[in-house]
């Protein structure tokens, strides 16, 4: 298994943002993290990428425990993350900001350079690279996130909500190239609201409701899953969505 | 782009060494190598806190490290001038590195920092003021001995191109950093500590690397000092004056730019002597400029005069790579 989560948990004071959530990623895959607002998904992906240090459980990163790395440590196992709320290097422009994630594995500024630009035609940002970050619209800076991330050549990819705040025409442009990453060798683990991606991306998705994992599978089977109904529609949806259908039928 | 990002600095180097080919004028010379003196303070500055981001109120610190440890080195010991200064590039580099590690491995950013720097600097300004070792408040006296080996010069000419040899030395590292890897990451660090950390970035030693090569070359300045003056008190070394200086010169010429410390300190001291002689020796009237010219950079040019040249001027200043 590339990446799992033993029994994770974080707390905030007196709030659990994630309790006891496990899940494993598996190589080469496609794997999403679905779950209503404030369900504790971004909290999970930061303790994966090391920015928070889980209150319990472990991180596991092709069988070994890394829950101890620092974030860059992790960054140059191969584990890259995208922010929900996007973190660009204001004051630089777009190739700059790609320079300073394919700086990791290409020490030569030229080198560097090189790979920045193709990543940056790669994900459709090949005429903006004279562009101030700050200048972007929200869908630049979107691909200006999953740029950055991908320019460190990663291994396994964390996507935050990387389609949120795109029009449908928008996010049928980046389907295909989030589809090309993975072909590519990428494994993607991808957090999304945008039900019609994740149906269209995923092999295996992961539900999160209150910090808890409550449902696991391929799309199809968790969107029919009566308890991640109960937990986006509220208690005695499942039920009420069952009646309507059969009363149809 | 591998050599011409270099040209600038020659051709504004060739341009000050030629000064004393030209001219005789004491005043001149000596005001072209304090200028130069803290040039390379606020060199050192410019690259902790114009390039990193960490904005330093105290880099007093520094140079005072580097006065002390040389005259000390001297006074006390007879250690050569040059072996001296070797010494205080290292204790400069160490007083950086301590002061980074208690600082921002604590975490401590913005303005936390910069107190924490202030408050370093005014203790050792305080020890040094009391220490017998230092000379407390008498400072220390060197001993006259022109010559290359002991680091003075009979000639202001010779003293003047040694300054500018080692401003020069400090541009061609400033320039080789901006090119460079580590200079990305003391940029991505300035501009946002998590998604440098996402990238793969180890913040906390770019930031232990800069302030020890910030505090080298700060130091390096002070030994300057020391070797043209042959004197150091504790308000000297120490004093708030240095740390003004360092700070206001990259910010007045275009903070974290490599040009940026000379411009600024050229500007800012050019308009003082002006001012001085056309309004006549009323006190405190270069530092009524420099305060007057700060209010103009904070207001109305955030990018100091560089970043007017970018905006008024984007090829030439594209050309001259600032
Ligand atoms: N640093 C923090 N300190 C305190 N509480 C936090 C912190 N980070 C997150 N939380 C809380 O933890 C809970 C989970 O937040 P999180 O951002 O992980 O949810 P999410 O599933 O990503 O939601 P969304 O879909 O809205 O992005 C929320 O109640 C949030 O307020
Ligand atoms: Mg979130």
């Keep these: 298994?590339?990446?799992?989560?033993?029994?994770?948990?974080?707390?905030?004071?007196?709030?659990?943002?994630?309790?006891?959530?496990?899940?494993?990623?598996?190589?080469?895959?496609?794997?999403?993290?679905?779950?209503?607002?404030?369900?504790?998904?971004?909290?999970?992906?930061?303790?994966?990428a090391g920015f928070l240090q889980p209150t319990g459980g472990q991180v596991l990163w092709q069988g070994r425990d890394i829950t101890g790395l620092k974030p860059h440590q992790r960054a140059q196992l191969g584990i890259a993350r995208t922010f929900q709320i996007v973190q660009p290097f204001q004051g630089l422009n777009v190739l700059e900001n790609i320079t300073i994630g394919s700086y990791l594995r290409h020490p030569k500024t030229d080198?560097?350079?090189?790979?920045?630009r193709a990543v940056a035609e790669r994900v459709g940002l090949g005429r903006e690279l004279e562009q101030?970050?700050?200048?972007?619209?929200?869908?630049?800076?979107?691909?200006l996130e999953l740029a950055r991330a991908l320019a460190t050549e990663p291994k396994l990819l964390l996507?935050?909500?990387?389609?949120?705040?795109?029009?449908?025409?928008?996010?049928?442009?980046?389907?295909?190239?989030?589809?090309?990453?993975?072909?590519?060798?990428?494994?993607?683990?991808?957090?999304?609201?945008?039900?019609?991606?994740v149906m269209?991306?995923?092999?295996?998705?992961?539900?999160?409701?209150?910090?808890?994992m409550i449902a696991e599978g391929t799309p199809a089977s968790v969107c029919n899953d009566p308890a991640v109904i109960e937990a986006y529609l509220g208690k005695g949806a499942a039920t009420r969505i069952a009646n309507l259908g059969g009363a149809h039928a | 782009m591998r050599i011409n990002g270099y040209i600038p600095i020659i051709l504004v180097t060739a341009a000050l060494a030629v000064v004393p080919l030209v001219s005789s004028s004491n005043t001149l010379f000596n005001f072209m190598v304090m200028s130069l003196i803290i040039t390379l303070a606020a060199q050192?500055?410019?690259?902790?806190?114009?390039?990193?981001?960490?904005?330093?109120?105290g880099h007093a610190l520094f140079f005072g490290v580097g006065c002390y440890t040389a005259?000390?080195?001297?006074?006390?010991?007879?250690?050569?001038?040059?072996?001296?200064?070797?010494?205080?590039?290292?204790a400069g580099a160490a007083a950086g590195f301590i002061l980074g590690f208690l600082s921002f491995r604590a975490g401590l950013r913005g303005s936390y920092f910069a107190l924490i720097t202030l408050a370093f600097a005014e203790l050792m300004r305080i020890l040094a003021n009391a220490s017998e070792w230092t000379g407390g408040a008498a400072g220390l006296l060197l001993k006259l001995d022109p010559g290359l080996a002991n680091m003075q010069f009979e000639s202001r000419a010779s003293f003047l191109w040694l300054a500018l040899a080692f401003v020069f030395v400090g541009l061609v590292i400033s320039r080789a950093i901006a090119g460079s890897r580590f200079g990305a990451h003391l940029v991505a660090v300035r501009e946002n500590e998590d998604a440098a950390r996402a990238l793969g970035v180890d913040v906390l030693s770019v930031k232990l690397k800069a302030i020890s090569l910030s505090g080298a070359m700060t130091a390096a300045a002070g030994v300057l000092y020391v070797q043209n003056f042959l004197y150091i008190d504790a308000n000297i070394g120490f004093g708030v004056w240095i740390s003004v200086e360092a700070l206001l010169a990259p910010l007045v010429g275009g903070r974290g730019l490599v040009l940026g410390p000379l411009i600024g300190t050229f500007t800012l001291h050019g308009l003082?002597?002006?001012?001085?002689?056309?309004?006549g020796r009323i006190p405190g009237i270069d530092l009524m400029v420099f305060a007057v010219v700060l209010i103009g950079v904070v207001a109305f040019a955030s990018g100091g005069v560089l970043g007017l040249l970018r905006r008024f001027a984007p090829r030439l200043a594209r050309r001259i790579a600032v």
């Design chain 1, 1 to 48: 298994m590339m990446l799992s989560t033993q029994t994770i948990t974080m707390r905030f004071g007196g709030l659990t943002a994630v309790d006891q959530a496990s899940l494993r990623v598996r190589e080469g895959s496609i794997t999403g993290l679905i779950g209503p607002n404030g369900a504790g998904k971004t909290t999970l992906f930061a303790v994966i």
């Design chain 1, 111 to 116: 080198e560097a350079i090189a790979k920045a």
């Design chain 1, 132 to 143: 101030q970050a700050s200048s972007l619209t929200v869908a630049g800076r979107k691909r």
């Design chain 1, 159 to 197: 996507l935050d909500e990387v389609l949120a705040g795109l029009n449908p025409s928008e996010i049928r442009d980046i389907i295909p190239v989030i589809r090309a990453i993975r072909d590519d060798g990428v494994t993607i683990f991808m957090i999304e609201h945008v039900m019609q991606a």
């Design chain 1, 200 to 212: 269209n991306l995923c092999e295996e998705v992961y539900v999160l409701a209150q910090g808890q």
């Design chain 2, 44 to 57: 050192g500055w410019n690259i902790l806190g114009g390039v990193a981001g960490q904005t330093s109120f």
């Design chain 2, 71 to 90: 005259a000390m080195l001297q006074f006390h010991f007879g250690v050569n001038a040059w072996v001296a200064f070797f010494l205080a590039l290292l």
């Design chain 2, 272 to 279: 003082g002597e002006l001012t001085k002689s056309f309004a």
